[in-house]
C-alpha cells in the first residue's frame, strides 16, 4: 500500500516563473492538504481539498492556487514565483472522517 | 487554533526516557493535543495525540496536565533514530486533520 507521494523531488525555477507540485494521496484517502515549510521553521498550512473543491485556505496570496482530480490527486500551482518561495512543500492526505492525515517526502523548490 | 510554545532543542541520553514539554495556554475545551515528529528531509509523522487522558502508544506517551495547558510527550527509552524536530499542535478533533498550526517545534538530539 503505498503512502503519500510527491512529485517532483527537487525543482529549480527563477524569479517570476511558474511551478506545478503534484501529489498522490495514500490508497483510500479522499482529502488532500498542502504546506509550505521554510528552512528551519514548522510547516504553514496552505489550503486543502475535498470533493475537488478547496474546502480551507491557510494566509498565502492567490498566487497559491490548487486542483483535486476526481482520483483524489492534487496539484500546487504557484505563479509569479519569488524568492521567498522557496521552500519544501508538504502534501498530507486524509479521510475526511477520520482524524489523522499523513504526510508526503515533499517537494523542495528552489527560485533563483 | 490555539498556539503553543515548546523549547527550540533538547539532548537525551540514548536508552533513556526523552521528555518533551509543551505550553498550550488557551487551548479551547474543544481541542486536542497532537504530537508529530519530522526526522530531517521527511516529511511530519503522527506519533500521538489526546484531549485530557493519558495516552500511550507503542511509540510514546502524552501526559496532559489536569488543567490542560500544558502537556509532555515521553519516548520510553529514545534510540539515535528519535534524533527529530518534534511539533506540539492543539486543534478541534473535527476540523478534519488538514488545517493543522504548526511551530518551529523542538529539535531533540539523541546521543550516544
Known sequence: DAGVTQSPTHLIKTRGQQVTLRCSPKSGHDTVSWYQQALGQGPQFIFQYYEEEERQRGNFPDRFSGHQFPNYSSELNVNALLLGDSALYLCASSLITVDEQFFGPGTRLTVL | ?112
Open chain 2, 1 to 112: 487554533d490555539a498556539k503553543t510554545t515548546q523549547p527550540p532543542s533538547m539532548d537525551c541520553a540514548e536508552g533513556r526516557a526523552a521528555n518533551l514539554p509543551c505550553n498550550h495556554s488557551t487551548i479551547s475545551g474543544n481541542e486536542y493535543v497532537y504530537w508529530y515528529r519530522q526526522i530531517h528531509s521527511q516529511g511530519p509523522q503522527y506519533i500521538i495525540h489526546g484531549l485530557k487522558n493519558n495516552e500511550t502508544n507503542e511509540m510514546a506517551s502524552l501526559i496532559i496536565t489536569e488543567d490542560r495547558k500544558s502537556s509532555t510527550l515521553i519516548l520510553p527509552h529514545a534510540t539515535l533514530r528519535d534524533t527529530a524536530v518534534y511539533y506540539c499542535i492543539v486543534r478541534p478533533l473535527n476540523t478534519n486533520a488538514g488545517k493543522s498550526t504548526f511551530g518551529d517545534g523542538t529539535t531533540l538530539t539523541v546521543k550516544p
